[in-house]
């Protein structure tokens, strides 16, 4: 056998060796840190919250905990989702909605980390993630009032006096923060409002909820989700629309 065939060969098994080592070692991409250690369930609630700058995540973790209250509370309950309602602007978009036996429960989700500081009366709240970098977004009890005087609108305008008298009972505003965030210098709660973090719900809303005695019966439950339910069917103009809205107001 000539040296060059003996040379190629070597080379052809060299090449192998390592194709196949490298595959051996490789792990599932996602599944492990750069460390090699495999990835917990923890770390991908993790990303997840870190990789969700929609908040997505946070506004659905806020749903399925006010299921669990209402279904221990015992009274009917509908939740709804990303409800777009007609105001002076276009639309406001309620992240999520609770028609109660006990109220309408107006849901605002923050799915932030970082120092948060700020006031009931100031326009702006803070956000400090580190010594170099922080950033300022709406004052959420006021953004949730704006909410709530759509909403109220929208129920005058689709609901005579004798089938809902939205005077009689009071919305409540719900503003939840992610647990990855510190409140610092943050009202707490309000007559009709509470702020609170994502583990805080079931001790402080429970109560909120066990507070407030019963205002509708079934039938008129079931109207206000009617009623509402094309809020939740908006087109792809009316949210492209208020995305713009808020990307020039913010």
Known sequence: MSTTIVTLLAVIIFLAFVFFKTKADRKPSGKFH????????????????????????????????????????????????????????????????????????????????????????????????????????????????????????????????????????????IIVFSDRCVLKQIPAQGENWIILHLFQMKEKIAKVLKSRRTFFNK?????LYFKLKPCMQASEKIKAEHRNYIKKSH
Request: proline share 2%; charged share 25%.
């Open 34 to 173: 750069n460390d090699g250690r495999r990835k917990t369930f923890k770390d991908f609630q993790k990303e997840q919250l870190e990789n969700d700058p929609e908040g997505i995540y946070g506004e659905a973790a806020a749903t399925q905990a006010m299921a669990q209250l209402c279904n221990d509370d015992g009274r009917a309950y509908i939740l709804m989702k990303n409800l777009y309602i007609p105001c002076h602007s276009g639309t406001t978009e309620i992240d999520a909605l609770l028609l109660h036996q006990s109220g309408i429960y107006v849901l605002e989700s923050k799915n932030i980390s970082g120092e948060i500081t700020g006031g009931i009366d100031e326009e702006r709240w803070h956000q400090r993630l580190n010594t170099r970098t922080e950033h300022t977004f709406h004052n959420p009890i006021q953004q949730n009032a704006g909410h709530i005087r759509a909403l109220k609108h929208f129920l005058k305008e689709n609901f005579s006096r004798s089938e809902l008298n939205v005077d009689e009972f009071a919305i409540y505003s």
């Open 219 to 223: 039938s008129q439950l079931e109207n």
